[in-house]
């Protein structure tokens, strides 16, 4: 046995976290896509076989109220929360990321503007020119709708764009492809002194890392709960509207789901009170329990622990890599510096591709994104040391 595997094995041996990955369905896989879809909990099966026999079979429509299911969005949300550093009341699940990230970035404009002259003053959305692209075209959209010129910048040249003109600013909290970790405490406080809200994406780093939402003073936040939340496919995203916030929330999509008497069906809108404004029309109730049921895995949980045994997997993966794969044949996009970490490993690589295919090939599942990158996701409820050692042994192999 090599040096690195003995090592996995004592590392696995000592891991606070080891538990729980017998809640998740896994096989021999080494599964490192976390960071797309999160691997399906235990649990979840029996819960949603509950849910159609008994709760829509049987109760059918009586479930909106006896079974809570009306209630689940704020539920779920409040259940969230403290994953993302937030306080109950200010998160809201339904809809996508993409229909979420609208709203908030819409409303921000709103808050942003003196309701005297909604029109003038300030007129720009400063969006993160490295996000993932359906950002950048929900942003390019919200400018065309509310009269505002788009400046999209790195996250690092934001501070020096930021005005009296600034409306919103919409930024993610960790780059989709390398897992560099931007600066949120920085970057909002930032934002806030020229006068403005800021919108974050956290979709690649909530259930990975502390957020630290109220903390930090986040205005307004998105994120999906398929990733490291492990919620399944398609699982409903969330919005977070920090609490002082809430009254001057101006939805862009308002719904009967929104509204302040949901059932009295008038036609004029009154929005609810809190983060309930936020929702829009009938909740995704199959998977939005599905999500529920998944939230159990973090029971216990601290998600500094996460964070601690997520570094601690990314610099021995890395340290593999280094030890295992010919020099020269990767080069590590993944930042040193713990400070400027997600939980992935971005390696660069000649035929990513093709490589990428062939691990699969080899029960190695990480993904690849053009032109040239392998993506290796740790999710560290369920991602072994031993996985980490495997997985570099095995592309070392496929490389050489």
């Known amino acids: 046995m090599s040096d690195l595997r003995a090592e996995a094995e004592a590392l696995d041996g000592k891991d606070e976290l080891a538990a729980k990955r017998e809640e998740f369905v896994l096989d021999e896989t080494v599964y490192l896509d976390g960071n797309s879809l999160g691997a399906l909990p235990a649990n979840v099966p029996g819960r949603l076989a509950e849910v159609m026999t008994h709760e829509w079979g049987e109760l059918r429509i009586r479930s909106w109220s006896e079974s809570g299911w009306w209630t689940a969005p704020e539920r779920i949300g409040d259940r969230i929360a403290p994953l993302v550093g937030a306080a109950p009341g200010q998160i809201v699940v339904g809809d996508s990321t993409s229909v979420n990230v609208f709203k908030a970035l819409v409303a921000a404009v709103r808050i942003a503007r003196d309701p005297g002259n909604p029109s003038g003053g300030r007129d720009e959305i ?47 909290h960790a780059d989709y492809r390398t897992g560099r970790l931007h600066d949120l405490p920085g970057l909002t406080a930032a934002v806030h002194a020229a006068g403005a809200p800021v919108v974050w994406d956290l979709c690649h780093t909530a259930g990975a890392l502390p957020v630290g939402l109220d903390e930090h003073g986040v205005d307004l936040a998105v994120g999906c709960t398929y990733k490291y939340l492990n919620g399944g496919p398609g699982s409903p995203a ?117 490589v990428m295919r062939r691990l699969i090939e080899q029960g190695v599942v990480g993904d690849f994104r053009a032109p040239d990158v392998l993506r290796f996701g740790f999710t560290p409820l369920y991602v072994s040391f031993g996985d980490a050692e495997r997985a570099a042994r095995i592309l070392a192999r496929t490389l050489s």
């Not at 969006?127 to 996250?155: H, Q």
């Not at 929330?249 to 308002?254: G, T």
């Not at 009154?270 to 909740?283: S, Y």
Request: glycine share 10%.
């Open 126 to 172: 400063v969006v993160d020119a490295t996000t993932f692209p359906t950002d950048g075209y929900i942003a390019e959209s919200a400018a065309r709708l509310t009269g505002c010129r788009l400046i999209p910048v790195a996250p690092g040249d934001v501070p020096g764009v930021l005005g009296d003109r600034t409306a919103a600013v919409l930024l993610n």
């Open 238 to 354: 969330y919005l977070y509207v920090r609490e002082a916030l809430q009254p001057r929330f101006d939805s862009p999509l308002p719904g009967w789901n929104s509204h302040a008497e949901p059932f009295g069906m008038r036609a004029e809108f009154e929005a609810a009170d809190g983060a309930l404004r936020g929702r829009v029309g009938t909740p995704d109730i199959l998977s939005m329990l599905a999500l529920e049921a998944s939230l159990d895995a973090w029971d216990g949980v601290s998600i500094d622990a996460v964070r601690a045994k997520s570094l601690a997997l990314t610099d021995f993966f890395l340290r593999c890599v280094g030890a295992y794969v010919p020099t020269g044949r990767v080069e590590s996009l993944t930042p040193a510096a713990h400070a400027e970490r997600g939980s992935q490993v971005a390696l660069r690589c000649e035929g990513a591709g093709d």
